[in-house]
């Protein structure tokens, strides 16, 4: 029996289709089961701030009462909420900074907020506080946590969260959101109109080269984690490097159609590259 009374929920959460999926089953059960809740909290918060049909006001209101609970946590006042009793548990028993999760909210308030970017670097402060959190958390939960590991962290979340945008590009539109840089959309002559009518044309495909590089430069940059950790928290990583390689070469395809068909990683895919990843040593 789970020592978490909110856990079996958190799990149905967790089958939310993800490119890379935390909480898995490579992970020893007290990690997997730590990682399950704070899944559940970013999804909810997440699809608060990004989904459905709710108003602007709405998704403030109920990422506020989110925000009381982790200040709850913070300031160790009394909590009501038997999930954020759970999650006070992980917390605790873990000793996760409570700024990641603020770092979280931050993000989730910002995507309500702001629908478009300057340039990549503004784009990049975003997934600070959007994904990299989420490879801190991890990290700790292994007790791999420090300085070195947390920058090539930083990277492969970074790489990670940029093919999900990819991938997500008209979906996102629909929601009123381009992630595209503006300078990157003014250098290379793109429309919001070629994305709503999913025009994949020519100068959506000389972006590509140039958009797929700087992610493949990124996770060429968070590479040496691997080397960094040891057990299953390697072989984790090995396979969602080699997940996040397989994305970005069907990104790259010539016939790719960014609009009309974004490539996605089935589980077929995955225990493809769990046998590869095992059976290659390096």
Known sequence: MSQYLTLEKAKITKKHYENFPVATLLFPKVHRDAATLLYSFAREADDIADEGKLTKSQRQKLLREIEININAIKHKREIQNPFYIDLERVISENSLNINLFERFMLAFKQDIEKKSYINF???IHYCNNAACPAGEMILKLFDE?????????????????????????????????????????????????????????????MFKISWLKKIELLLNKGRPLNKNVTGRLKLQIKILTAGAELLIKRLNK???DWFMNPPKISKFDWLILLVKTILNKK
């Open 121 to 123: 670097n503004d784009l």
């Open 145 to 205: 946590h420090n300085k070195r590991n947390v920058s090539y962290s930083n990277y492969l979340c970074q790489a990670l969260a940029l093919i999900g945008m990819t991938q997500d590009i008209h979906k996102d539109l629909l929601k009123g959101r381009v992630y595209i840089p503006s300078t990157e959309m003014k250098k290379f002559r793109l429309k919001k109109s070629d994305i709503k009518t999913k025009n994949f044309n020519h100068n959506w495909k």
């Open 254 to 256: 010539e016939d790719c």
